[in-house]
């Protein structure tokens, strides 16, 4: 069975996460909405500000009583009123007229500019001089000038920072409808791993990916389930596998790189309904056993054991589906990657995409990116690694000093 | 009093981090520790692994006995045994022995290399050929070769990602101990805001600063504690920041930014015990009219009102405070800038240090930084805004094309 595979390019694998379903949408409160995804898009209800607004301490003033006033030649105010914080102002305002007005103050009817405080002197209560022309519309701002009532402001799939959390909270929008929270089950096979709890006997070693696994999902937005470790025994897996899959959007079974296990793998998706094999195998190193079927409509990911192995498939090739099935915009899934200088030759085979761990260093005026070097089950690389290079399919090798674009880790 | 105070640079401003306590410790579990501050250094108590370990699947050898072979020329082999995974293999092997082994498999004493099974051919269940040959150490991990007995491995200060969590579960740690996450107290002030619940009435608008300031503190890993909107009341604020200091790490108002306000900030100060004030002005723009002082031993902000202004001060100024106080090593609270082209020319003022907001867009091969323009109360310029670029306080504007160096927002 095994044998009817290819081995196939990154390309395809990350085109086959269009196939899954997105999931579902809830209302939440805003406060608890950073780092969520808009399920909508959102409309503006009203002008915001809705009313003409100072942006400056100072006085409201008509622009063209202040053409041509300078220091030598101030231009002459009769102070009739001050306007109260949140209040309309009972009185407007003329030529020659103007009135104190604070940051955030509502311009009086025939206002149309803010002098600055720093620009007059009070001559007394009732008259200031200015000392400087303001055009109109200056140091303030206009009804529905940050937004217009019917502006489209926030789309569905935008992921939600600070600021359209403040934008958000300036509608008025107390909750939110975002995309749930995909849930990605984890489980950990392999005799030889046991819970972090107990002291590994001889041969034995502790069940570290459940722990980078969930970490990572969490990373990228979802909610990691943890079904513990689960021996090599066919019957166990597979009661497991269609646990998770019950409880889960997605499921990864790490851990499973012994030659018996990644047949079970095999064998348990044979056993589950509706199972077919989408990936078994891909042209990228470390990582390449990987397994991905489509079980129902779920993603089923058979990782590879090594832990450097498991990470970089996760975040390379796992963490796209997550994107697509959070509901996250094409364009926010874009990875902004660190430009840098290799700091040494590197080599790599053709055929494939491989991942180099490289640390960053600052030289000068310089970021070098250092290879880190080491076996792909060798926790410790990961923790020296501040990101990874992609050495594309048709390279030999990169160049001490090639410019390279780091993924951050 | 006012007077006194001169506006000082963002350096300056910064400095005065180091005069703040680091927050306290805590035990947590460390499936929760993801992005949490270590607060010890750690060394560990063992090798890992333990044993020697197989990273392919094969058939463990003496490599010496595999010099020389080729397609053309293999060397033979007796099977004497398969290795259980997680038990110690009951035999041992010499030359010309080989024994199967899995991924992760515990190497039987005798060996010190790994064929891969992909590199042989059984020819019968007792006889392997093997066609290339293995140095010694290859395809295998030795003892401690992860991680040695005694190693420095994690340091206090230092950020735990995935990996550093998956290096505490190889160690067997269920609980970890970090720096607690710095509580910071949110005020919002104002006669012309209103709860986000409200419709605003004429001259009123929603409290956005709130929201913006939560958010951006949760990303800067520290837990927002607001305390709502206290109106332009002396008695009422002095009560409020009182309250938000005993219950907070730090404090920060926000939206006093008209003259009432400001003023009633200083009142305040200076009629809570033990208050000096650091900073009440900074030459930065948005955001100049900051204020800063120590009371007690916390931080106290006042913020400018605007919401980008408010920001922008939070992002550069603030944002390094949480950092030291959330007791993250001074390495790790690098920020790594994007570097990218500028779209089109600015000015600045000299004297002071200008952000400026920017929208990242990939064009052919060059990432171009595009200057959003618009006043700093505009909260829909930030939602626009992927980033900010600093120009320095001796520049008087950047020509297009220039290279420029974007901090993320």
Redesign the interface.
Known sequence: MKEFFKVKELSQVIGYSSEFPLAGTEEIP??ES?GRILSTDIVSDMD????S?S?M?GYAVCASSTFGATEGNPAYFNLNGTV?????PAFSIGAGVAATI?????LPDGADAVVM?EHTEALDDTTIEVYRSVAPGQHM?EIG???KKGDS??SCGQKI??????????????TVTVYKKPVVGIIST?????P?????????????????????V??AGGVPLTYGIVR?NLNVLTRKCALALSQSDMVMISGG????TRDFTISVLSSLPDASILVHGISISPGKPTILAKVGNKAFWGLP???VSA?VIFNVVVRPFIDHISGISRKQT?V?K??AILSRNISSAQGRTDYIRVR?V?RDNQLTAEPILG??????T??K?DGLIEVGMNIEGLDKDTPVEVI??
Do not use: C
């Not at 590994?200 to 070693?205: E, K, L, R, S, T």
């Open positions: 805003l406060v950073l915001i500000p809705d009313f607004r942006t301490d109260a914080m949140g209040e309309i604070s940051t955030g103050g509502m405080v701002v000038e940050d937004i402001i926030l920072r600070p600021q359209e959390s403040g934008l958000l909270a300036a509608m008025g929008k107390q392999g005799d030889e791993i046991v972090i709890q107990e002291i590994p006997g001889p041969g034995q070693i502790r069940d570290i990916n459940s722990y980078t696994l969930s970490g990572l969490q990373q090599d790189s012994s030659v018996g054991g090594h832990v990470m874009r902004w660190l430009p960053l600052q076996k792909s089950g060798l926790i410790r990961m923790v690694a951050l880790l």
